[in-house]
């Protein structure tokens, strides 16, 4: 049973360039969540989502970020014009989206802003 | 919202000495506490988890309490073991299948 699959592992972008992370949820899990890490932080809510729909977008950056979770592929977070403050680990969690059950995370996309 | 305060952010033990970890939370109707370990370059991996209905839950070396009235809940980890080096974070869900995590405590077991 594959885990969460997020790619690219590590990703290097000039300022003002756009980002694009993937993600792909663990097989049966329709629930996907965005967290961003900065160095030596901790793990920062962006969006929670499931296909076709935001059900919670509360801790995304009002510009520049964005997120969909299509019918069909990966969940996108997608970052515009990028700064060297969005340089982080940004993580993708699954879960089967039913009560009671807990996220699972992928390896994380690591962010380079040069 | 939901608020989890984590401690303490760093903590350093001798192998085969005893770890515990400590987070509390405000939202009174949290109802689901995991705990994910990280190693460095690694995404978050869960380690033990504990729901509202339980006082206390044990999976070999790891042992997590949990106090409902005054809103926190603990990690334990015995006998530690260089290889429990790494980050912690706890994290409290809310509102259906929110999560919010605490702000990590960095382990270091000294061989």
């Known amino acids: 049973n594959a885990g969460v699959m997020q790619n690219p592992r590590h990703l290097v972008r000039r300022r003002g360039q756009e980002a694009r992370l993937r993600c792909s949820p663990m097989k049966g899990h329709s629930h996907v969540y965005w967290y961003r890490q900065l160095p030596e932080e901790g793990l920062k809510f962006m969006v929670y989502?499931?296909?076709?729909?935001?059900?919670?977008e509360s801790g995304m950056p009002k510009e520049r970020f964005s997120a969909e979770f299509p019918k069909e592929g990966p969940s996108i977070l997608r970052i515009q014009q990028v700064v060297r403050g969005d340089s982080a680990a940004y993580f993708c969690a699954s879960s089967p989206g039913v009560s009671g059950n807990t996220i699972y995370f992928g390896e994380g996309s690591w962010l380079t802003v040069v | 919202g939901e608020n989890v305060e984590q401690h303490p952010s760093t903590l350093s033990v001798q192998e085969g000495d005893s770890a515990v970890i400590k987070c509390t939370y405000s939202d009174s109707a949290s109802n689901y506490f995991p705990w994910y370990k990280q190693e460095l370059g690694k995404g978050p991996q869960l380690i033990i988890d504990?729901?509202?209905?339980?006082g206390e839950k044990k999976d070999q070396r790891i042992a997590v309490t949990l106090n409902k009235t005054a809103k926190h809940f603990s990690l334990h980890i015995t006998e530690t073991q260089p290889e429990d080096s790494a980050v912690y974070f706890c994290a409290g869900r809310y509102n259906f299948n929110k999560f919010y995590f605490g702000s990590g405590t960095k382990l270091n077991v000294k061989p």
């Open positions: 504990i729901r509202s209905n339980v």
């Open positions: 989502l499931q296909k076709e729909n935001i059900i919670d």
